[in-house]
């Protein structure tokens, strides 16, 4: 399914902080046309209108939003509001719209928005379900001597200028095509509006990773979301395992399954929401090197066919991954059973499986205790917060917290191991989106602060 952008018009007024009264307000205003399309399952053609009023002491809601629950002011070098409100989805039963009729669901929505010299940039804007559970962190603040650079800095001339030389290279780099001249001149307004995001990022993040042009970067932040993420993360009842027990052993300075042996090379969702099945497979692979000595790719296409707790192209769970896979009698490798990035007919053959597993356990949220038991263990299925990935070019990942959220988390990966780049510590992560993305297909994020949600849903399979 491919999506378009919606329009959204955002107007925010905010009067600096003071010792006299009344308190600071934020009022945001903002009006989104959704275009017909499908998003995930529930959503449907809709017209939205909602305005809100945040002061210190009294909240007036109307159109769809209520109960505004928390505002997060961060300061130096720009001010970062955060807002969450409740948002109620209207049922969805209209066939040509979406997949499945679904019932009335709340959300628990949030948006971080940019303040820098009265000009208000949408930095995020992400859904989850109501209970889940906010980790605050007043703390975080923005670094004041990063600039915060923008398009104002230079002559619109000379902006424009650079922006066609980098948009004319991003698509003879990335072999783009488009039908239509009025499709290409849409194209490049998504990626100049991506730049000045990607360049917002860069500024608020506060590891030493560098943010700009990838293969994403034409496309919204809906398209990319609703292509390559996995909302079931954040949206379904997560099931329970067994915790395992934690490794004895302190865990090394720096560890690499990759110069082990025991990770196979970087594959390639394409336009499938399947990064959960890949994180999976990833980590019985591992499993099995370590246990049964041979490396095998195994393959990802039979869990989108043949997984039925699952959702194929629109997400799924390693824990209902880890129990299909029991359940199959196995895994067919990567040759056997080839990827096709669709759902199709499943065809799993029991005598074709050459790999099994015995169980799978969930790990502790202790980052040390995680290292140790990577590096005794093997590989580890973990899910994050993908903000910032889809301008990801290279570097140690360090985002702010109210723009990376633990608690909205939206895309599995594959620990392959840890370590230090001059002094900032670092989880290495590989990716499911290609060789041509990252480093390599590798991302690599800042490890010791729960950045991103990295140790939240930590688990593996047991290999006997």
């Known amino acids: 399914t491919q999506m378009f952008s919606p329009?959204?018009?955002?107007?925010?007024?905010?009067?600096?902080?003071?010792?006299?009264?009344p308190p600071p307000k934020l009022q945001l205003k903002f009006t989104e046309m959704v275009p017909p399309y499908t998003l995930l399952w529930w959503w449907q053609k809709a017209q939205r209108t909602a305005t809100a009023r945040l002061t210190a002491t009294t909240q007036d809601i109307?159109?769809?939003?209520?109960?505004?629950?928390?505002?997060?002011?961060?300061?130096?070098?720009?001010?970062?509001?955060?807002?969450e409100a409740t948002l109620e989805e209207p049922p969805c039963n209209d066939p040509t719209v979406c997949q499945l009729p679904v019932s009335k669901k709340t959300l628990l929505c949030s948006f971080a928005i940019l303040?820098?010299?009265?000009?208000?940039?949408?930095?995020?804007?992400?859904?989850?379900?109501?209970?889940?559970?906010?980790?605050?962190?007043?703390?975080?603040?923005?670094?004041?001597?990063?600039?915060?650079?923008?398009?104002?800095?230079?002559?619109?001339?000379?902006?424009?200028?650079?922006?066609?030389?980098?948009f004319k290279n991003f698509v003879a780099t990335y072999n783009r095509t488009y039908e239509t001249k009025e499709e290409a001149k849409w194209r490049m307004s998504i990626f100049v509006r991506n730049m000045v995001r990607a360049q917002k990022i860069q500024a608020l993040d506060r590891g030493t990773a560098q943010y700009g042009v990838t293969k994403f970067s034409d496309l919204t932040e809906e398209e990319f979301n609703t292509i390559?993420?996995?909302?079931?993360?954040?949206?379904?009842?997560?099931?329970?395992?067994?915790?395992?027990?934690?490794?004895?052993?302190?865990?090394?300075?720096?560890?690499?399954?990759?110069k082990k042996g025991a990770v196979t090379k970087v594959k390639d969702q394409g336009m499938c929401g399947s990064c959960w099945a890949f994180s999976v497979t990833g980590n019985v692979e591992g499993q099995w090197f370590l246990n049964q000595g041979t490396l095998l790719s195994l393959s990802e296409q039979e869990l989108l066919d043949c997984d039925k707790m699952d959702k194929a192209c629109m997400g799924g769970l390693p824990s209902n991954a880890y129990e299909a896979i029991k359940n199959l009698g196995g895994l067919e490798t990567e040759d056997d059973y080839s990827y096709r990035g669709h759902m199709q007919t499943c065809r799993f053959s029991e005598e074709k499986a050459r790999v099994y597993i015995n169980d799978s356990v969930e790990l502790s949220q202790n980052e040390q205790k995680l290292a140790a038991w990577l590096a005794k263990r093997g590989p580890i299925s973990v899910a994050i917060n993908a903000f910032g990935m889809q301008f990801y070019r290279h570097g140690i990942a360090h985002p702010l917290r109210p723009l990376c959220s633990p608690w909205l988390i939206d895309h599995a990966v594959l620990l392959v191991g840890y370590g230090n780049r001059s002094q900032v510590p670092f989880w290495a992560i590989k990716n499911s989106w290609g060789t041509d993305w990252g480093e390599e297909g590798y991302y690599y994020l800042h490890r010791g602060s729960g950045a991103c949600g990295v140790n939240t849903m930590a688990s593996s399979a047991v290999v006997n």
């Open 228 to 258: 390559y993420l996995n909302p079931l993360l954040k949206e379904e009842s997560i099931k329970k395992m067994q915790l395992t027990k934690t490794v004895s052993d302190p865990a090394p300075p720096e560890w690499d399954w990759r």
């Open 7 to 21: 329009l959204l018009f955002l107007i925010c007024f905010y009067a600096p902080l003071g010792s006299s009264p």
């Open 115 to 166: 303040n820098e010299l009265g000009r208000h940039m949408l930095l995020r804007r992400d859904c989850g379900p109501v209970d889940t559970k906010v980790t605050d962190d007043i703390n975080e603040t923005f670094n004041p001597v990063f600039p915060l650079p923008c398009k104002d800095t230079l002559p619109f001339q000379e902006f424009s200028m650079k922006m066609t030389s980098l």
């Open 62 to 83: 109307t159109g769809h939003f209520a109960d505004v629950k928390r505002g997060l002011q961060v300061e130096g070098g720009g001010t970062l509001y955060t807002l």
